[in-house]
């Protein structure tokens, strides 16, 4: 299949998504005129958008496009009203779907802070100050995919059951993708497993110990049981460097590491492939309490749209531009209501055209 690199594939979702989205397009059709990109934009809709108006959260089209794409612009999905729903039609069904069926399998999950905003973390200044990690989850296999997987009704006691499974493939390329993103960084891969419970995970440290002694020996490897990262993650933050880690590790770290930064609206991130092809979506939700009024922070899908321009377009330069754009943006005061603090705040829409203005 010959591929368009320059084809993108915007899925907004539902509640802030949307918005975000917007703002994000507003700055992404500046920047394609402007520079003469040549981006192809398509905009479908998925999660509950795409349940209200086709029955499914995902459907043949929406599926197919990501798949000719080099890259998908993801809001967020989800909302109160599809809670209910069978799992298969649910919201959160797309984004794990479209993972699998695009091989994401390298979650890149950045948490990082602007100093300006330290008074928005839970966390003293002094132990959050130049916070900058990057959690790298493994995001198609591990708890969330492994077979066995079920609920038996019909045995007594009923019972339900998941599967923790990773083969040695899996585990070493969500590794090197680590060690690789280490090397443009500090050189220090933190490994968190469990290995002092389950298999997998022991399997896991000795997958990750064997790969570094093998190609990454220069780097420094640690590994850490994930109760302890996640303690050390809020004790002191800036040990660390990467973090590695499986589906559900991942998960749950990456939420810690977003929160200490006080600002989930600001932190982006990238699902990529071995071709890297990517997703890539802000790390906040769809956040139904404030949808619909125009307040959402849209500095984290810009900053996701950034990562696409890096790692799917190979647009390394017009990354470094958005990025800074940001930076600026915050240096200056801008504001949204999230990171205010009480202040005076900008509106979803006039954070964009901030920011083309500092592009400008
Ligand atoms: C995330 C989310 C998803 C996950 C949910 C919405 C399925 O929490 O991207 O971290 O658990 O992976
Ligand atoms: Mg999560």
């Not at 949307?18 to 520079?35: G, I, Y």
């Not at 790969?211 to 933050?237: E, G, T, W």
């Not at 799917?312 to 930076?327: G, M, P, Q, Y």
Request: include cysteine; aromatic fraction near 6%.
């Amino acid at each position: 299949m010959i591929k368009d690199t320059h084809k993108i594939l915007a899925l907004p979702g539902d509640g802030i998504g949307q918005e975000v989205m917007d703002a994000t397009l507003e700055v992404l059709d500046f920047l394609n005129t402007r520079e003469s990109l040549g981006i192809e934009l398509k905009i479908l809709s998925v999660g509950g958008a795409s349940y209200d108006e086709h029955g499914t959260p995902l459907t043949e089209t929406a599926l197919d496009e990501a798949k000719k794409s080099s890259a998908i612009l993801f809001g967020a999905v989800g909302a109160p009203k599809y809670d209910n729903l069978a799992w298969d039609k649910r919201p959160e069904h797309a984004l794990l779907t479209l993972r699998k069926e695009l091989n994401l399998f390298a979650n890149l999950r950045p948490a990082f802070l602007f100093n300006e905003l330290a008074g928005a973390s839970s966390l003293k200044p002094e132990i959050i100050k130049d916070l900058d990690i990057l959690i790298v989850r493994e995001l198609t296999g591990g708890l969330y995919f492994g077979e066995p997987r079920g609920i038996n009704e019909n045995e007594s006691p009923k019972r339900a059951f998941n599967t923790m499974v990773y083969n040695e493939i899996e585990i070493n390329r969500i590794a090197k993708v680590a060690f690789e993103s280490a090397a443009k960084r500090k050189n220090k891969v933190c490994s968190v497993d469990k290995a002092n419970v389950l298999e997998v995970s022991k399997f896991w440290r000795e997958q990750v110990t064997k790969l570094h002694a093998k190609d990454f020996k220069d780097q420094h490897l640690s590994h850490m049981l994930a109760d302890n990262a996640a303690m050390q993650l809020v004790i002191n933050p800036n040990q660390f460097d990467v973090i590695l880690a499986s589906n559900l590790f991942g998960d749950i770290l990456s939420d810690i590491a977003a929160t200490l930064t006080g600002s989930i609206g600001m932190l982006p991130s990238a699902s990529l492939n071995e071709n890297n092809v990517g997703m890539y979506e802000p790390c906040h939700g769809s956040a139904p309490d404030i949808a619909g009024q125009g307040i959402a922070n849209p500095l984290a899908m810009i900053l996701s749209m950034s990562m696409a321009m890096r790692y799917s377009l190979n647009l390394d330069s017009l990354a470094d531009r958005i990025d800074n754009s940001v930076k600026v943006f915050v240096m200056n005061g801008g504001r949204t209501k999230d990171i205010a603090s009480g202040a005076p705040y900008l509106k979803t829409h006039e954070v964009a055209k901030e920011i083309i203005q500092i592009l400008s």
